[in-house]
């Protein structure tokens, strides 16, 4: 934990020859992932023997799949060009776009790299392996437990109505 309250990486990983620091866990990681993984369709659950043709008439909606490897990779902090050292930091301050910008191409570069390079066992045991460290189940948690508070209507001060 003080590992990601201290912003320090968690490890690293090799991708095409580009070594990149794993950034520690993070909501904003997960809401970034969370908002990627909206966007793909819905596939039902299909008999063993037409998985090829399932995977075959979808792949094309899964292209994004190299982004939020990249992003569980790389953190949202450092996508949101927020920057890692002290002066893109300052300059974010200032409104200069070019540390976002930067954080974006990396993104985009990361992305591509994974799904040219990496195979897809590899790419399933990274996803699932980051989003074990990105503390899910401790997320739910505070999401579940918010959103039954959030159905509690109070009427008066002081009362509650469920």
């Given at each position: 934990m003080a590992a990601a309250i201290l912003e320090k990486s968690v490890g690293s990983i090799e991708i095409d020859g580009d070594v990149y620091e794993v950034a520690p866990p993070s909501i904003a990681t997960l809401v970034?992932?969370?908002?990627?993984?909206?966007?793909?369709?819905?596939?039902?659950?299909?008999?063993?023997?037409?998985?090829?043709?399932s995977v075959l008439h979808n792949a094309k909606y899964f292209k994004p799949l190299g982004e939020v490897a990249a992003v569980l990779i790389i953190g949202a902090k450092g996508l949101?060009?927020?920057?890692?050292?002290?002066?893109?930091?300052?300059?974010?301050?200032f409104g200069y776009k070019g540390c976002a910008a930067r954080a974006a191409a990396r993104k985009e570069a990361l992305a591509l790299a994974i799904l040219e390079n990496v195979r897809p066992t590899v790419l399933f045991d990274l996803v699932v392996r980051r989003l074990e460290d990105m503390e899910v189940g401790s997320f739910f948690a505070i999401t579940t437990s918010l959103s039954e508070a959030n159905m509690l209507k109070p009427t008066r001060v002081g009362e509650v109505v469920t």
């Open positions: 970034l992932v969370s908002e990627l993984v909206s966007k793909f369709p819905v596939v039902e659950n299909v008999p063993r023997d037409k998985a090829v043709y949101m060009g927020g920057g890692s050292r002290w002066w893109e930091r300052l300059l974010g301050v």
